[in-house]
């Protein structure tokens, strides 16, 4: 049923960001999310990734959380929304006190729509008590194989992510990596409390030709 609420996204898509259609597995990952299911999307660097949160948070009423390690495409993507007339900040390690009081108090009080966030972010208290004050729709997390021990580049501070989503917990959650092992992808669904495996994946296998046709 999900399906007749995509040309809602495909508006916000084509409004925003100048596109009249999605790309390979954008719309499926697109509708997951917008179901309320928690999902593991594996998508290739530049394979739009972003979209698959961005658009169904658009469509929905209050913020959407933007989990990332990487600072300087946090700073980007916010830089990028605001260009598009879409509110959204972000809080990382270098910010002073004030600074980081200003943004979550936007995300309570005013109309942000994305706020990015460092793993490390997260789990300090000032967060936490700004996190049960917002209006949540989605919790978006990039780099999603860094919350396992048996991928590349684990960040411990990853795995709090547990810890919000116990605050919160009918928001669903996207996970988005570019590639991850059998185990990774398992081990991501188990730390980030998936309810229910789900794992949308972009084949990369080529048609074999058919020699009897």
């Not at 990853?158 to 059998?182: D, G, M, Q």
Request: hydrophobic share 45%; charged share 25%.
């Amino acid at each position: 049923m999900i399906y007749k609420f995509m040309n809602i996204y495909k508006q916000i898509l084509l409004k925003y960001w100048g596109y009249s259609g999605f790309r390979p597995m954008q719309e499926e990952i697109i509708a997951s999310v917008a179901e309320g299911r928690d999902t593991l999307a594996l998508l290739p660097t530049g394979g739009g990734k972003s979209i698959t949160f961005q658009v169904p948070a658009m469509a929905a009423e209050g913020v959407c959380l933007v989990i990332t390690p990487l600072i300087a495409l946090m700073k980007d993507q916010v830089e990028n929304l605001l260009s598009k007339g879409i509110k959204a900040v972000a809080v990382y390690s270098g910010m002073n006190w004030e600074e980081i009081r200003i943004a979550l108090d936007n995300c309570v009080f005013g109309d942000i729509k994305f706020l990015y966030l460092s793993p490390e972010r997260i789990e300090t208290e000032l967060f936490i008590g700004y996190l049960q004050k917002m209006k949540v729709n989605l919790i978006a997390v990039d780099e999603a194989h860094c919350i396992s021990q048996w991928g590349y580049d684990f960040r411990p501070s990853y795995l709090k992510i547990s810890e919000i989503r116990k605050l919160i917990p009918n928001v669903p959650v996207l996970a988005l990596t570019a590639t991850a092992t059998k185990d990774v992808v398992d081990d991501i669904q188990e730390k980030l409390l998936f309810r229910q495996k789900n794992v949308l994946k972009k084949s990369f296998e080529r048609k074999k030709p058919c020699l009897s046709c």
